[in-house]
């Protein structure tokens, strides 16, 4: 029989088109991912941050920038004391979370890395002799989300400034990973506040030598008082808060000292080296509010499970420890940073605040605004 004539059904393709097309769809699945708008960008702001815009959009605009002050003052001596305190605290709680035993801590301690996984962050502090320091990354710290965990958190049972003590092999009971003894293992005493203090002093120059009076005094009524001795299971934890604004979403970041924790109950405490009074007390009500939305949200244990936090102050002075409970309103300090931020987000002219320019702002000369007269008649 005579062959079929070809239909258009059957007839042959166009090559040319063919490999057009296949280019296209080619092009298409190899282009670059289109960047996020910016207002899907969730940038991290401290409670420090939201507070100096406030006070002075212009000096806020210089250190977001991360200019450099022009002018540098050294430290008073009553914030050297605060730093030593503060230091010497952790050097110490630090022995005591590492030289804890037990399989029961021992799991608990692992569990927790699982799902804290420790970069070292917040105030500067002296990592004991034998210890690594924390590397750049480490000191940038970490951020959390509710559907992503905290990262920049101290884990339970890790030493500051270096790694957690390692676990215990068959023959070599404190030994690191290299085969050298951990600064942290549970066969070293655990040295004094006192020992620890004469190691932090020489790195604060004269006004070390100048704190240190003040700062024994203080860690010796520490050393007396419940603090001292009860179990801690985070230090200088690192707490960050999701909110959702207009413009997007965005992280308010911040420290606390010290974490306690006891089943479902856990215990936020900050160390202030001054002592108590209402309206001081009063004046941390934005920190306090940090902590604890925090913790409600789940930040510092298992997402979804019950949890009873409280935040506390710890009023550390030479005449002993005051421990003051804190019940801050949650939703008006979120509804506060969420104004704060949505006001940051607006703001293009950068202008300086209403008040008198601080006589110690080391931006001052670029600022542009002059200097006002002191009280006793001069400049500041």
């Not at 070599?172 to 932090?200: M, N, V």
């Not at 009500?285 to 949890?307: K, S």
């Amino acid at each position: 029989p005579a062959p079929a004539r070809p239909t258009a059904a059957t007839a042959p393709p166009d090559l040319p088109a063919l490999c057009e097309a296949m280019a296209a769809v080619r092009t298409f699945l190899e282009r670059p991912a289109a960047a996020p708008p910016a207002s899907a960008i969730e940038e991290v702001f401290s409670l420090a941050d939201l507070e100096q815009f406030e006070t002075c959009p212009r000096r806020y605009f210089f250190t977001r920038q991360h200019l450099a002050p022009l002018v540098v003052r050294e430290p008073s001596v009553a914030a050297t004391v605060g730093n030593l305190v503060h230091q010497a605290l952790r050097i110490f709680h630090g022995y005591q979370a590492a030289g804890s035993s037990g399989s029961s801590a021992g799991a608990r301690e692992a569990a927790s890395s699982r799902r804290h996984p420790r970069l070292p962050g917040g105030r500067p502090d002296l990592p004991p002799v034998g210890s690594r320091g924390p590397s750049s990354e480490e000191s940038r710290g970490g951020v959390s989300t509710p559907d992503r965990p905290l990262t920049g958190m101290a884990t339970p049972g890790s030493p500051p400034g270096g790694p957690a003590a390692a676990p215990v092999e068959p023959g070599g009971e404190g030994q690191s990973p290299r085969g050298r003894e951990s600064p942290f293992s549970a066969r070293r005493e655990r040295p004094s506040l006192e020992a620890i203090l004469d190691r932090l002093v020489p790195l604060h120059g004269p006004a070390g030598l100048a704190a240190r009076p003040r700062a024994a005094a203080i860690l010796e009524r520490y050393a007396a008082s419940p603090l001292a001795e009860g179990p801690v299971w985070l230090l200088e934890a690192e707490v960050n808060v999701r909110l959702v604004g207009p413009s997007g979403p965005f992280l308010v970041r911040g420290f606390t000292d010290r974490v306690d924790r006891d089943g479902p109950n856990t215990r936020l405490i900050d160390y202030k080296t001054h002592p108590y009074s209402p309206a001081a007390h009063a004046g941390y009500v934005r920190q306090m509010a940090l902590y604890l939305a925090a913790a409600r949200h789940g930040i510092l244990g298992d997402r979804g499970a019950l949890n009873f936090p409280e935040v506390c102050l710890a009023y550390l002075t030479e005449r002993g420890v005051e421990i003051h409970p804190a019940e801050p309103d949650t939703v008006a300090f979120e509804a506060w940073a969420t104004a704060v931020v949505e006001a940051i987000r607006r703001e293009t002219a950068w202008q300086a605040g209403s008040e008198a320019p601080c006589p110690d702002c080391g931006f001052l000369v670029l600022c542009g605004r002059p200097p006002v007269a002191s009280s006793d008649g001069g400049s500041p």
